[in-house]
């Protein structure tokens, strides 16, 4: 990663903390950005940017302004930041499917859309998004998170095209079950060996931030572990 200056947002969540941690194991210069007012442990001297609301659209241009200004430049930007709720269509709220949009697709968009300036025409620039498996097909209770996570696709794709000729590439990683302990504790009886390890998720981001995927763009890789 040769000191490439990286966001990654929802740093402070399961999937963002290992994936942060890769990258800066891997030579790279990550800020790491969440909603959260304070940081996990264990991360002092790190580039940390609490308390952004990343649904808020000039928060997330500040906040992607001031990064520049501390780093100089920007060559990555990889969005973790989402949430999740299940609810059937007969028994849910139908703001729910606002909420989640909100949660998945507003954060990844505003994220993109403010750090575009900074990477179109940079040498080797990255998008990665995080999308889900569940964007491809939506089982009972997912629909509000798979019709969002099914639009962060969307975006990469559109996204990509816009940007194919100016040297950006857009791509999205679509985990299954992630081995996390909110997921353990939600399904206790449930075969853990089969779920993707947030570890295994985190090298393939890495991989698409590298120089090996450059020839890649506009596409969804399901990282599902075993199911
Ligand atoms: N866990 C799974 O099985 C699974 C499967 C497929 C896809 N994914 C996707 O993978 C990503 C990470 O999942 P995870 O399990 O690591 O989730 P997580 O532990 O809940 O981490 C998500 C992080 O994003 C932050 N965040 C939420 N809304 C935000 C906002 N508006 N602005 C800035 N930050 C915000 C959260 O902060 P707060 O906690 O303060 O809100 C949290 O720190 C998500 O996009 C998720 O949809 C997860």
């Known amino acids: ?70 780093h100089g430049a920007l060559d990555a930007l990889v969005n973790i930041a989402g ?16 909420l989640l949009h909100s949660l998945n697709l507003r954060t990844a968009l505003h994220a993109c859309k403010a750090s575009l300036p900074y990477l179109i025409g940079r040498e080797g620039a990255r998008i990665v998004n995080i999308g889900a498996a569940a964007a491809a097909k939506a089982a009972a209770g997912m629909g509000a998170y798979a019709a969002s996570k099914a639009a962060v696709l969307r975006l990469t794709e559109a996204l990509a095209e816009e940007t194919k000729d100016r040297g950006l590439n857009v791509n999205a990683v679509l985990p299954g079950i992630i081995d996390t302990p909110a997921n353990r504790a939600d399904m206790p009886d449930a075969d853990t060996s089969r779920w993707v390890t947030p570890q295994a998720l985190a090298d393939v981001v890495a991989f698409l931030l590298s120089d090996a995927a450059r020839a890649i763009t506009g596409v969804g890789i399901p990282v599902t572990g075993r199911l």
Not at 59 to 64: E, S
Not at 84 to 94: N, Y
């Open 1 to 70: 990663m040769n000191d490439k200056i990286i966001i990654v947002t929802g740093a402070f969540g399961a999937l963002g903390r290992e994936v942060a941690r890769t990258l800066e194991t891997r030579g790279a210069r990550v800020v790491r950005v969440d909603a959260a007012a304070s940081a996990p442990d264990g991360l002092a001297g790190a580039d940390l940017v609490p308390g952004i609301d990343l649904t808020d659209y000039a928060a997330t241009q500040a906040m992607v302004a001031g990064v520049v200004a501390r």
């Open 83 to 98: 949430g999740f709720r299940w609810e059937t269509v007969s028994d849910g709220e139908p703001a729910t499917w606002e």
